[in-house]
């Protein structure tokens, strides 16, 4: 399935395209014609992404370092020409880690992890393509979570971090217009490989890897829907196309379920579980 166009033509650095969400979107993208760079901190991602072909060209870094999203930048524009939008979507999550829970001698870095790369790294990436943005009115699209909106999307260290990546999405949409748009992707919960914090010792879990976690999603959202990343691609190609979204900047496609329209759970609906799932 194609957008009939309406990115064909356009070069694209997304940060985190390795797997999961990004990965889906880079693919999609070289599917509407679109030339793809790629900054992402896995070496086997980046191998896979270069044996694409020539729409795409992957770059190992990290994106808590300005240099490293300064090298992609720069072999981007090398190989094609220019860059029209920026999509950020590295990140990691803390699996559900309470305050409580938070260890009180790994909090400080698990904090410091958990803000460099969720919202530090989505700074720095638009710190780095900004010259190139402003040289094409080029267009910026973050990637938030359902838990920069609702509690309970993680615990307190990734909830927090999604709620910086909307206010920082906010705050550039204001800062950068009228010549370059921000907005943001809100997913909600996905089947990926998403990993938790080193720092926390979860960089080797998957969220992938939990046990019935399409279930586990499902009856989270009045849809029942446990997304893959292939569902949330479409809002990116819309949020990234120049041309349809002239007038859009400082807006999220919350593509997650419905769960803003969930409102209270009915009271006389029976068990927990049927109060979401029966509605
Ligand atoms: N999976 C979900 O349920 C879900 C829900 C809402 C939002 N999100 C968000 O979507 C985004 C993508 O997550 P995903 O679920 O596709 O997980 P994922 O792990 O499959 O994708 C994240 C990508 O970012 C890369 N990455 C991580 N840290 C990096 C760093 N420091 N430098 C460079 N690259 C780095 C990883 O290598 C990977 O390719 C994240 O921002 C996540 O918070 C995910």
Not at 171 to 180: D, F, G, K, N, T
Not at 197 to 207: R, Y
Not at 233 to 260: F, M, N, P, Q
Request: proline share 3%; hydrophobic share 45%.
């Amino acid at each position: 399935m194609t957008s009939a166009g309406w990115i064909s033509d356009k070069v694209v650095l997304i940060v985190g395209g390795g797997t999961g969400i990004g990965r889906a979107v880079v693919e999609q993208f070289v599917t509407e014609g679109a030339s793809v760079g790629v900054l992402d901190r896995s070496p086997t991602a980046v191998t896979e992404l270069n044996s694409l072909g020539s729409a795409v060209l992957a770059v190992e870094g990290d994106a808590r370092n300005l240099a490293d999203h300064r090298v992609a930048v720069a072999a981007t524009v090398e190989r094609y020409g220019r860059i029209d939008v920026l999509i950020t979507c590295a990140g990691i999550f803390d699996y559900f880690t309470s305050l409580e829970e938070l260890d009180e001698n790994t909090i400080d870095s698990a904090f410091a992890e958990m803000f460099d790369i969720n919202v530090k790294g989505s700074m720095l990436a638009v710190k780095a393509a900004l010259p190139e943005l402003k040289k094409t009115g080029g267009n910026v699209v973050l990637t938030i979570s359902n838990a920069g909106f609702y509690p309970g999307g993680g615990g307190p260290l990734y909830t927090a971090s999604k709620f910086a990546v909307r206010g920082l999405m906010l705050q550039l949409s204001s800062e950068l217009a009228p010549h370059i748009r921000v907005n943001a992707v809100a997913p909600g919960g996905t089947v990926t490989a998403l990993r938790g914090a080193d720092a926390l010792g979860m960089s080797g879990q998957q969220l992938a890897d939990v046990p019935d976690i399409a279930d586990l999603i499902r009856v989270t959202n009045p849809l029942n829907v446990a997304s893959v990343p292939a569902d949330h691609v479409w809002a990116y190609v819309y949020l990234a196309s120049k041309e349809r979204t002239r007038s859009v900047t400082g807006c999220v496609i919350h593509s997650d379920g419905g769960l803003e329209s969930r409102g209270l759970v009915r009271l006389d609906a029976g068990s927990a579980a049927g109060d979401v799932t029966g509605r």
